[in-house]
Each structure stands twice: as structure tokens, then as C-alpha cells.
């Protein structure tokens, strides 16, 4: 199998991120920089927790003509491939619909980041508009968004999508905007308990409590 040590530890991030609960499922996708010319990338519609290296695509960067594995490659290949393309120091793209970022995402708000985390997520969180997955609008609307000096996206109605130099960097970007939605949004959520009717009240301290929850689980 070639390029059998890159294509495992897309594998074991798929596992990782599904123990954090970013991915659920087949849901979420990853791209991963082999070289200047190949990427590897998740097969579509397999359960992570049964998917073997041999099922993770390798795909030219270029134009995503498939070279190894027995996966069908990831409908968001070329969601992946634009940010990669755009951003060559970049080793790799997570896509997830982790609960609290996806919640934030729904606001369909650019956001400005507080200074803990501006180093690994950028100055803004831009925000993509909707467009039905795996399409090419998608990837054309997203293109139209990526920068040098940001590494998380929020996509309407969708998701998010973090990048970094390595997989790490990408993991770490993905912690770091979950800490932040969970932070934003229990900002406002505190915020109009002051002005709240009792039965509304109770209705945010329980979004409040399933937030901090998570964040402990």
C-alpha cells in the first residue's frame, strides 16, 4: 500500500476527533498534505470507527484524480483542495460539525477573536455562506474566503472547516475555536438572562449548564 504511514494517521485523526466529539458517524472529513503533488483525504460514507488505511484516498492536488485506495474520495475533496492549493505552508484541512462551533456558525456572524486565541485561529472568523455540500459553489464560495493569517472558517447552516501547518496545528485550531464558541455563546446567553421572562430563564441556565457540561466531559 503506498503511502501507508500518511494515510494510517489520517485514520487515527478521524479517531481522535470522534473521541473529542467533533466527528459523529461519517460525518466530518480530513485532508492530508503527503507532498507538493498528492493528498490524502477520508472516503466518503465509511464509519471511522471502521475504516482501515487501505480505504483513505490519495489524490492528485491538482485536479483530485485519484491515484490509490478503495474508497470513493470524500465529497468535500475539493472544499479541501481549494484551501490547500491557496495555502501551500498548510499540511492540513479538518472539516467537522462539532456542537458549540456549528452552533456559532449558525449566528452567521464574522467574529472577531479575543487575544487567547488569535494565534492559532487569526485575527476574524470569516464566515462562509450556505451552499449545499459537496458542491462546486461550496468550494467557489469558500475559495473566495481563504487567508494567509486565518485558520478557521465558520460555514452557515454547515459547519466549520480549521487548517494548520501540520496536523497538529489543525487539531489544535479545532480545540481552539470549540473553547472559543463555548465562551461566545455563553456570553450571550448570560447576557439575556438579565432581560428574560422566568420560563426563558430556565430555558438558557439549561443551554448554559449543557455547554459547561460538554466542556468537562
Known amino acids: 500500500m503506498k503511502h501507508e504511514s500518511q494515510r494510517r494517521h489520517v485514520v487515527d485523526l478521524c479517531l481522535e476527533l470522534s473521541r473529542r466529539g467533533y466527528f459523529a458517524g461519517t460525518g466530518g472529513n480530513i485532508m492530508l498534505r503527503i507532498d507538493a503533488d498528492l493528498v490524502a483525504v477520508t472516503p466518503s460514507a465509511i464509519d471511522y470507527h471502521a475504516m482501515k488505511p487501505a480505504d483513505v484516498c490519495v489524490l492528485r ?6 491515484t490509490d485506495g478503495e474508497g470513493t474520495p470524500s465529497v468535500e475533496s475539493s472544499l479541501h483542495a481549494g484551501v490547500l492549493r491557496a495555502r501551500p505552508e498548510s499540511g492540513c484541512s479538518i472539516h467537522t460539525h462539532q456542537p458549540v462551533a456549528s452552533a456559532l456558525a449558525l449566528l452567521g456572524e464574522e467574529i472577531a477573536v479575543p487575544p487567547p486565541w488569535r494565534a492559532t485561529l487569526g485575527a476574524r472568523l470569516p464566515v462562509v455562506g450556505y451552499a449545499p455540500s459537496g458542491s462546486g459553489w461550496l ?6 474566503k481563504v487567508r494567509g493569517d486565518v485558520n478557521a472558517y465558520l460555514m452557515h447552516n454547515h459547519g466549520i472547516l480549521c487548517c494548520g501547518r501540520d496536523s497538529d496545528a489543525a487539531m489544535q485550531a479545532v480545540d481552539d475555536l470549540e473553547a472559543l464558541a463555548r465562551s461566545l455563546l455563553d456570553q450571550r446567553i448570560r447576557h439575556r438572562v438579565t432581560s428574560a421572562s422566568p420560563a426563558m430563564e430556565q430555558a438558557l441556565q439549561r443551554t448554559r449548564d449543557a455547554l459547561h457540561t460538554r466542556a468537562t466531559a
Request: cysteine-free; proline content about 0%; charged content about 35%.
Open 139 to 144: 468550494a467557489w464560495k469558500f475559495s473566495r
Open 61 to 66: 492536488l491538482t485536479d483530485l484524480r485519484q
